[in-house]
């Protein structure tokens, strides 16, 4: 499945993302919190990584996979939240 670049930062927490700067991915992992403005997020920590900044004003991108979520109205809201559509619109 294609994977999209997110400027939303803040809606990501629990999410698994990518974090690429240019074309280079730097590191895979779950979205532990965000800054409300999405300005930066802290990726969890895993068995080989620390608890790790990423900050966009760096020049790093985050970029998510579509995954399939129990529900209809969950699908529906991470949907419009990935393309920047709205819920009543759908």
Same mark, same amino acid.
């Given at each position: 499945?294609? &994977? /999209?670049?997110?400027?939303?930062?803040?809606?990501l !927490?629990?999410?698994? !993302?990518?974090?690429?700067?240019?074309?280079?991915? *730097?590191?895979?992992?779950?979205?532990?919190? $965000?800054?409300? @403005?999405? &300005?930066?997020?802290w990726?969890? $920590? @895993?068995?080989?990584?620390?608890r790790?900044?990423? @900050?966009? $004003?760096?020049? /790093?991108? !985050?970029?998510?996979?579509?995954?399939? *979520?129990?529900?209809? !109205? $969950? /699908?529906?809201? %991470?949907?419009?939240? *990935?393309?920047?559509?709205?819920?009543? %619109?759908?």
């Amino acid at each position: 499945m294609p &994977s /999209y670049r997110h400027e939303d930062w803040n809606q990501l !927490v629990g999410a698994f !993302v990518e974090v690429r700067k240019g074309k280079r991915s *730097l590191r895979r992992g779950f979205v532990d919190d $965000a800054m409300p @403005d999405s &300005s930066a997020i802290w990726l969890s $920590a @895993d068995g080989f990584d620390g608890r790790t900044f990423v @900050d966009k $004003a760096e020049g /790093y991108e !985050v970029w998510v996979e579509p995954q399939q *979520l129990e529900g209809e !109205v $969950a /699908y529906r809201m %991470t949907s419009s939240a *990935l393309h920047g559509i709205s819920a009543e %619109t759908q």
